[in-house]
Nanobody, 122 residues
Framework: QVNLVESGGRLVQAGDSLRLSCAAS????????MGWFRQAPGKEREFVAA????????YYTSSVKGRFTISRDNAKNTVYLQMNSLKPEDTAVYYC???????????????WGQGTQVTVSS
């Protein structure tokens, strides 16, 4: 069992940076791959980024590549999403997820946080 709690979301302006954190509880965090997803109003939840269990492999959706960075600290049971050059279209609820398979689909992940709101004003 992995419990996930996201934090760090807030209202920012276009061009600003923001770092989201996802704190995990449970002894098996370091064996799980981690992902970030987001869901905008009226839209499906979409994949943003993923990192493997050891942190040496990352993958991004094309719209955030070069602007967002996913990382993890297994000693702190935490995964991060550094978001730079934010755009209004990045506005969404951001969710972190944990799973034993790394992938871009929601079904690849077994545990989800409650989400944190990121709003980017123009």
């Amino acid at each position: 069992q992995v419990n996930l709690v996201e934090s760090g979301g807030r209202l920012v302006q276009a061009g600003d940076s923001l770092r989201l954190s996802c704190a995990a509880s449970g002894r098996t965090f370091s064996s799980h791959h981690m992902g970030w997803f987001r869901q905008a109003p009226g839209k499906e939840r979409e994949f943003v980024a993923a990192v493997n269990w050891s942190g040496d492999y990352t993958y991004y959706t094309s719209s955030v590549k070069g602007r967002f960075t996913i990382s993890r600290d297994n000693a702190k049971n935490t995964v991060y999403l550094q978001m730079n050059s934010l755009k209004p279209e990045d506005t969404a609820v951001y969710y972190c997820a944990a799973g034993l398979r790394i992938g871009v689909g929601k079904d690849d992940y077994d545990y989800w946080g409650q989400g944190t709101q990121v709003t980017v004003s123009s």
